[in-house]
C-alpha cells in the first residue's frame, strides 16, 4: 500500500480553513451558492461556488458540515482565493445571523493513498473529528486518482497524528500533485480555475447541484446544460515536442482560427511527451488538433 504525505501550506498549493456559524448558515448558503445546503447532513461535504451573474466563478471551494448550523470552507489556491471567499460571504450577508472567521492557525496535510478501503471511518464526501483534534475532510478519488485525505488541525497536534498514523508515507512534492491531478483532468486554481471561467467549462459539475432552486448565476448554468455542453471544454493535451505551446492556440486554417488556451504543462516524460491541460472551443476539441505551426497535439476529454 503506497501512502504519500503532502504540506499544502509548505508547497506551491496554500489552503485555507474559514469557518461559518450561526441559526442562518444552512438558509444563507441555500440561497446563494451552488450547493444544495438544506439537504446536506452534518458530517458531509461537497464542492461549491459562489456565481457571477454570468455564471463565472466569484470564490470556489469545499463545504463541511461539521456541526449543527457551523460550516467548515475548504479553499486550495493563492491567498486571493481566500479574500474572494470572504468578500463574497460578507457582500451577499444581509440580515442573516452568521459569524465568519478565517482560522489561520489551522495547518493543514494532505494523505494520498492507493488502498482500496476509505480511511478512518469516512467514505468520499465525510468529514471526521477524530482524538486529538484533528479533523479528517475525505475527498475521494476524483482529484489526483488516488484516496485524497484533507487532515486540519493545530500544528502541537496534527504532526504527531499524523506521524503516529502515517509512519510510512513518502512525502510529494508540488509537480507531483500536478500530474496527479492533470491526468485526472482536474483544475487548480489561478490556472484552469479563474474569476473567468465558469465551473462547468473546467470540468466541475460535480459542484453545482441540480434541481436546488434559485442561486447567484443559476440561470446561465440551467442554459449551459440545456445546451448539452459549455463553449470551451477541459482537455488533457499532449506534446510531443519539448517546447512551450504558443498561447493563444492558432490552428492551421487559412486564415488560423483562435482554438484556445494550454492552462498547464509538465515537462517531457520518458517518452518525450509534454501531458498538460488545455481550455478549447468545443468545436475543435478533437483528437489530432493541428496547430499554425504544423505541430500536431493530442486532444482527449477524459
Given at each position: 500500500?503506497?501512502?504519500?504525505?503532502?504540506?499544502?501550506?509548505?508547497?506551491?498549493?496554500?489552503s485555507s480553513?474559514?469557518?461559518?456559524?450561526?441559526?442562518?448558515?444552512r438558509?444563507?448558503?441555500?440561497?446563494?451558492?451552488?450547493?444544495?445546503a438544506?439537504?446536506?447532513?452534518?458530517?458531509?461535504?461537497?464542492?461549491?461556488?459562489?456565481l457571477?451573474?454570468?455564471?463565472?466563478?466569484?470564490?470556489?471551494?469545499?463545504?463541511?458540515?461539521?456541526?449543527e448550523n457551523?460550516?467548515?470552507f475548504?479553499?486550495?489556491?493563492?491567498?486571493e482565493?481566500?479574500?474572494?471567499?470572504?468578500?463574497?460571504?460578507?457582500?451577499?450577508?444581509?440580515?442573516?445571523?452568521?459569524?465568519?472567521?478565517?482560522?489561520?492557525?489551522?495547518?493543514n496535510?494532505w494523505?494520498?493513498?492507493?488502498?482500496?478501503?476509505?480511511g478512518f471511518?469516512?467514505?468520499?464526501?465525510?468529514?471526521?473529528?477524530?482524538?486529538?483534534?484533528?479533523?479528517?475532510?475525505?475527498?475521494g478519488?476524483?482529484?489526483f486518482?488516488?484516496?485524497?485525505?484533507?487532515?486540519?488541525?493545530?500544528?502541537?497536534?496534527?504532526?504527531?497524528?499524523?506521524?503516529?498514523q502515517?509512519?510510512?508515507?513518502?512525502?510529494?512534492?508540488?509537480i507531483?500533485?500536478?500530474?496527479?491531478?492533470?491526468?485526472?483532468?482536474?483544475?487548480?486554481?489561478?490556472l484552469?480555475?479563474?474569476?473567468?471561467t465558469?465551473?462547468?467549462?473546467?470540468?466541475?459539475?460535480d459542484?453545482?447541484?441540480e434541481?436546488?432552486?434559485?442561486y447567484?448565476?443559476?440561470?446561465?448554468?440551467?442554459?449551459?446544460?440545456?445546451?448539452?455542453?459549455p463553449?470551451?471544454r477541459l482537455?488533457?493535451?499532449?506534446?510531443?515536442?519539448?517546447?512551450d505551446?504558443?498561447?493563444p492556440?492558432?490552428?492551421d486554417?487559412?486564415?488560423?482560427?483562435?482554438?484556445?488556451?494550454?492552462?498547464?504543462?509538465?515537462g517531457?516524460?520518458?517518452q518525450?511527451?509534454?501531458?498538460?491541460l488545455?481550455?478549447?472551443?468545443k468545436?475543435?476539441?478533437?483528437?489530432?488538433?493541428r496547430?499554425?505551426?504544423?505541430?500536431?497535439?493530442?486532444?482527449?476529454?477524459?
Open positions: 500500500m503506497s501512502q504519500r504525505i503532502f504540506y499544502p501550506q509548505l508547497q506551491k498549493w496554500p480553513w474559514v469557518h461559518m456559524v450561526g441559526a442562518d448558515a438558509d444563507f448558503l441555500q440561497r446563494v451558492t451552488t450547493v444544495n438544506k439537504i446536506l447532513e452534518v458530517g458531509k461535504g461537497k464542492k461549491g461556488f459562489f457571477q451573474a454570468n455564471g463565472k466563478i466569484l470564490a470556489a471551494f469545499d463545504v463541511w458540515n461539521t456541526a457551523e460550516f467548515g475548504e479553499v486550495f489556491g493563492p491567498e482565493w481566500k479574500k474572494a471567499l470572504c468578500s463574497t460571504i460578507d457582500q451577499l450577508t444581509f440580515a442573516e445571523k452568521i459569524e465568519v472567521h478565517d482560522v489561520a492557525v489551522l495547518e496535510v494523505i494520498l493513498t492507493d488502498e482500496d478501503a476509505d471511518g469516512t467514505t468520499e464526501g465525510d468529514t471526521l473529528a477524530a482524538p486529538g483534534g484533528v479533523r479528517i475532510c475525505n475527498h478519488r476524483k482529484d486518482g488516488k484516496l485524497w485525505l484533507s487532515l486540519w488541525g493545530l500544528k502541537e497536534a496534527l504532526g504527531p497524528w499524523v506521524a503516529d502515517f509512519p510510512n508515507a513518502t512525502e510529494a512534492l508540488d507531483d500533485l500536478d500530474e496527479m491531478r492533470i491526468r485526472n483532468l482536474r483544475p487548480r486554481a489561478g484552469e480555475m479563474t474569476f473567468e465558469t465551473p462547468l467549462e473546467i470540468g466541475l459539475k459542484g453545482v447541484a434541481n436546488k432552486g434559485c447567484p448565476g443559476q440561470e446561465v448554468i440551467e442554459r449551459i446544460i440545456s445546451l448539452g455542453s463553449a470551451r482537455c488533457l493535451v499532449e506534446v510531443k515536442e519539448d517546447r505551446l504558443p498561447q492556440l492558432m490552428n486554417a487559412e486564415p488560423a482560427q483562435e482554438v484556445g488556451i494550454v492552462t498547464s504543462l509538465l517531457p516524460n520518458s518525450g511527451l509534454r501531458l498538460g488545455a481550455l478549447i472551443k468545436i475543435h476539441a478533437k483528437e489530432g488538433l496547430l499554425k505551426e504544423g505541430q500536431v497535439i493530442r486532444v482527449s476529454q477524459g
